[in-house]
């Protein structure tokens, strides 16, 4: 049984929130109807159920900002969810990038974490130094995300559906009985693992210490 708890975040606040979520998984342009429909199945009973993902429309960063505020701390956390979407795959992109600027701009917040985050758009394999660099260069991105704060059981449903319990993707690829590619692990990838990790377990510890829902079908 779900405990009633007070959330700063009324109905619109989190369509709006899902919609600048759905817009950042759209803006690498690798966002399949496989994904799709389990975007539609996390959302459809506890998020929004008002939002039909078939008539689905981008949410402009003038949009975003009306909805949310500018530079409160409710789009500061939206921001810092908008950016685990975006390196939840271990990649982050220039389309990710630009976007979650243009986001960040109309929200009028800090850019310094994302200035940081855009580090990992060099190539390790052409950039050495900066591969060799990249963990302290990140740190500012890492202190900011783990300043994130769960105030709604339903972000905190969305982030424990769509970050994963283990770590995903690992398998090695064969072709006519022979291995010809390992995948490694999201953690051996994502240099922002651990804050994703994180995210997840103070979202289901909200879910079961705040809401005390059952939070078994997570695990």
Not at 188 to 202: D, H, S, T
Request: aromatic share 8%.
């Amino acid at each position: 049984m779900t405990n009633a708890v007070q959330t700063p975040y009324d109905n619109e606040q989190i369509v709006i929130w899902l919609r600048g979520l759905l817009t950042v998984a759209w803006a690498d342009g690798n966002f399949d109807d496989q994904e799709k429909e389990i975007i539609n199945s996390i959302t459809k009973d506890e998020l929004a159920p008002g939002l039909d993902l078939q008539k689905f429309e981008i949410i402009s960063p003038e949009e975003l900002a009306v909805g949310l505020g500018k530079g409160t701390a409710t789009a500061e956390n939206f921001l810092r969810t908008a950016v685990m979407v975006a390196i939840a795959d271990g990649t982050y992109s220039p389309s990710e990038d630009e976007l979650l600027q243009k986001f960040c701009q109309a929200l009028e917040l800090d850019t310094k974490a994302l200035t940081a985050l855009r580090h990992t758009l060099d190539d390790p394999d052409n950039n050495q130094e900066t591969a060799i660099q990249l963990p302290d260069l990140l740190h500012p991105m890492r202190e900011w995300l783990d300043g994130l704060e769960i105030h709604d059981p339903r972000v905190a449903r969305f982030l424990c559906k769509m970050i994963p319990s283990q770590c995903p993707f690992e398998r090695d690829v064969t072709l006519f009985g022979r291995k010809i590619v390992h995948i490694p692990p999201m953690c051996k990838i994502n240099p922002l693992y651990e804050q994703l990790v994180g995210l997840r377990f103070r979202a289901l510890s909200y879910l079961a210490d705040e809401c005390e829902e059952d939070v078994s079908k997570y695990i």
